[in-house]
């Protein structure tokens, strides 16, 4: 794993949008894992500026909400429509959100695994972490390997994501979203964290025990793993370096074990 400290969230999303230009270049025909939220906008904003021949890119993103109307302004499937795919030129036949307004949102999680399988799998993953530490909307308790499924959000998660509605009620109470296994089988993962009121629950991530308490601790568990982090999100990671100036910080793995998980 490495981890680089930036100055801000424009300086980490220009790092961010460093690395997945490397990838797009080396294969036209890659498969991105899109994050929603506002950690991974940044990103999209300096990626937008490399003019990348995108036409062949296919995206996945990590979850959606469950039971909002289709065309929701806040449906995980408008925001990568308005932030990914218009921003950056994508082909909407290219660009995959799970099918949050499905009859059977089980049937449609599944689905949608299937269909990141039917693709070759995801080449690099962009990633944002939940202050509970929730990885996608992996909520505290999955289990390590769970695969794409319905998953109940966390109050925390609903309280945090009502900046978005009119109202906190307003937020779905569920969500489909791909599982930390489905996460760990992509090529690549790209964290990328902002301000110091994620520092705590980073910094446990990376260095604290592999646990289903933690689900973004599973990090620690795959081989190659990028985490940027502004001054604020990395205040307890220890020395910052710049890419490009430093070496990053290597962050061992933490200790081996699993906790209980759905
Ligand atoms: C979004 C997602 C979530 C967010 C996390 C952080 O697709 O999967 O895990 O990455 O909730 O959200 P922000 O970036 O808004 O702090």
Redesign the pocket.
């Given at each position: 794993m490495e981890f680089f400290t930036v100055q801000d969230a424009a300086a980490a999303g220009a790092v961010g949008a460093g690395f997945l230009a490397a990838v797009i270049r080396s294969n036209p025909d890659a498969v991105l894992g899109v994050?929603?939220?506002?950690?991974?906008l940044p990103v999209y904003r300096s990626l937008a500026g490399y003019g990348l021949e995108m036409s062949r890119i296919r995206c996945f993103?990590?979850?959606e909400y469950v039971g909002l109307p289709a065309g929701h302004p806040e449906s995980?499937a408008e925001v990568v429509r308005r932030e990914v795919t218009g921003r950056l030129g994508l082909n909407p036949a290219n660009v995959f959100v799970p099918d949050g307004s499905a009859a059977d949102p089980e049937r449609a999680a599944c689905d949608y695994e299937a269909a990141i399988a039917a693709c070759g799998g995801i080449d690099i993953q962009l990633?944002?972490?939940?202050h509970n530490g929730?990885?996608?909307?992996n909520e505290p308790g999955s289990a390590l390997d769970s695969r794409t499924r319905v998953e109940v959000l966390a109050e925390r998660?609903r309280q945090?994501?009502a900046r978005y509605f009119d109202s906190p009620r307003d937020v779905p109470e569920r969500c489909i979203?791909q599982g930390l296994g489905t996460i760990l089988e992509a090529r690549q993962l790209l964290l990328v964290v902002h301000g110091a009121d994620?520092a705590e629950i980073l910094h446990r991530a990376l260095t604290g025990p592999v646990s289903a308490d933690c689900p973004a601790s599973v990090l620690q568990r795959h081989p190659h793993v990028t985490v940027i982090g502004d001054e604020g999100a990395a205040a307890l990671m220890g020395r910052a370096t710049t890419p490009g100036t430093a070496a990053p910080v290597a962050v061992g793995a933490g200790a081996a074990g699993t906790g209980p998980g759905r």
């Open positions: 994050a929603t939220g506002g950690s991974p993103a990590l979850d995980y990633l944002g972490i939940g929730h990885l996608a909307f998660t945090a994501n979203t994620k």
